[in-house]
């Protein structure tokens, strides 16, 4: 039976990692068929050199390229919950990507997004 | 970003301005594959120097190298601009030679070339936007725009602080929606057009001296 893993990457782990090491740990992982959810997203900056680095790695034969979707959780905009997040807390955004031969992106809503991820074929 | 650059678009460039008049903006046109960057681009330069900048097709990718045309003086309502041009390859995640193959009937080998060509376009677009003073997003009226490469785009210009203006394109298709555009970057000026039949164009250009200059 073809498997398919998803790697949950968290948020302390992600920020040990400077922008190079997480695209590379991303396409790594996506590269092996893996889908990858970020704790912690990406920054736009970060998705656009993921873009630029994915470009640099598809090769017409097993790779061509990521699907990505980013949720950004909705925010509290209450005086205390500002306060509290812009002193503890990270804004909530979570990445996921995945192999564009195997992953399809649904559209999402504020509350849920989904994902259709094809078995066959390889990453 | 340069220190150059940085001034050019901080108060001293303002200062600059008002005591020299006219301003000058090397302005990219960036979006999704398909989106009618090239038409805008070619409607842009023909109307204000009678010449155009790329072919156009129905296939995605068809732009796979940057283009850029200098010095168009770009007059409206609101004044005259002075600009360059810069038409981008389609941004994306994904290229694959076989949607080449199954969906427009291009040969393999033709196929796996202009995929390649469209993986480095991609590249070569992202990084001319460290040489933009602002940018023109069109996105296509007919399409959801709250899609994941539109949102990038617009992260990582307003990461980068450059003006922008979102071009609503291909309003003259029955299907297009340009206020779902609006609705979905209301903190961004949106025009809707038709670069194709011309449609609003006037005001396109009144926003673009109001936005650039």
Redesign the interface.
Known sequence: MEKISISLISQRKLNDLTTHEKINLILEGVKEGKVIILEKGL???E??EL??S???K?D?ETF???????YNVPEDNSWLSKLWKRRWLNKGRWTVIGP??RVR?L?KDPGVFEAIITLEGGA | MGWLQRLKRGSFGKFLRLVFGRNHARIGIYGPPNSGKTTLANKIVKDWAGDIVGTVSGIPHETRRVKLKRDLTVRGDGGVLDIDIVDTPG???????RDFVEGYGIDEEDS?KR??EA??G??EA??W?DDMDGVILVVDSTQ?PFT?VN??????L??RKLPLLIAANKVDLKEAAPSLIRESFPQHKVVPLSALTGYNVESFYDNLIDVFR
């Open positions: 920054t736009p900056t998705e656009t873009i630029e994915t470009m640099a598809v017409n061509m390229g990521i699907e990505m979707d980013t564009a031969n992106m559209k | 941004i994306a995640t994904k290229i694959d030679f796996k995929a390649k993986t480095e991609v590249i992202i990084r936007l959801d994941q949102i990038t785009i617009l992260g990582n307003e990461a």
